[in-house]
Every structure is written in structure tokens, then in C-alpha cells.
Nanobody
Framework: QVQLVESGGGLVQAGGSLRLSCAAS????????MAWFRQAPGKEREFVAS????????YYVDSVKGRFTISRDNAKNTVYLQMDALKPEDTAVYYC??????????????????WGQGTQVTVSS
């Protein structure tokens, strides 16, 4: 089993930055595709970004392109989401996810087997 723990969320003003971390335990993530999803109040969970097992390929939802950067450090078994130029509409609970079935940048939530508990990101205007 894989356990994922997110950290780094918080309250920030519009235009600010946050860096989310997702630390994994129980199994190495070297062969897993990883992703970040988010869920705002009253809305469905939304794909944000994904990264392939080697960290050489990434994919982003259009609304965060140019502002968010996903990366991974396989030696530390950790995935990151650098969020810059934050907007109030980025406010959500952010979830880290791992896929044991795919190496590439898959985007559907059902492609991911393991999920963290989430970390709250609140962007004030």
C-alpha cells in the first residue's frame, strides 16, 4: 500500500505563491505516474496537473498553465506543486494522487489508485 501525505497549503493573497508537497510512504513511487487534483466547495474534483514516472513529461489543465509547475524527486519519494500568481478561483482542497497502472501523464481520477487526505488552499482577493 501507498500512503500519501500532502502539506504546504494555507491562506495567501491573490498574486502570491504556495508550494505543495506530497510525501509518499509504503512503496517507492519511481514507477508511478503522479498528479494533483483539486475540489472547490460545491464542485466536482478537478484534474490540475500530472507528471510521468521519470519527471520528463507534464500535463496541466488550461486554467493553471504558465502559473503552476508540477515536479518530482524520486529519491525523496515526493511530488511538488509550485503555484504562482494565485487567483481566488484556485481556492480548493488539493489532493495528491498516484497511479500504479500508468507511467504517463494520465488525467482521469479513475486512473489513480492512491490518494492523500488533501490540503486546503485559500486565495483571498
Amino acid at each position: 500500500q501507498v500512503q500519501l501525505v500532502e502539506s504546504g497549503g494555507g491562506l495567501v493573497q491573490a498574486g502570491g505563491s504556495l508550494r505543495l508537497s506530497c510525501a509518499a510512504s509504503g512503496r517507492t513511487l519511481t514507477n508511478y505516474a503522479m498528479a494533483w487534483f483539486r475540489q472547490a466547495p460545491g464542485k466536482e474534483r478537478e484534474f490540475v496537473a500530472s507528471i510521468n514516472w521519470r519527471g520528463t513529461s507534464t500535463y496541466y489543465v488550461d486554467s493553471v498553465k504558465g502559473r503552476f509547475t508540477i515536479s518530482r524527486d524520486n529519491a525523496k519519494n515526493t511530488v511538488y506543486l509550485q503555484m504562482d500568481a494565485l487567483k481566488p478561483e484556485d481556492t480548493a482542497v488539493y489532493y495528491c494522487a498516484a497511479s500504479s497502472r500508468y507511467y504517463t501523464t494520465v488525467r482521469a481520477s479513475y486512473d489513480y489508485d492512491y490518494w492523500g487526505q488533501g490540503t486546503q488552499v485559500t486565495v483571498s482577493s
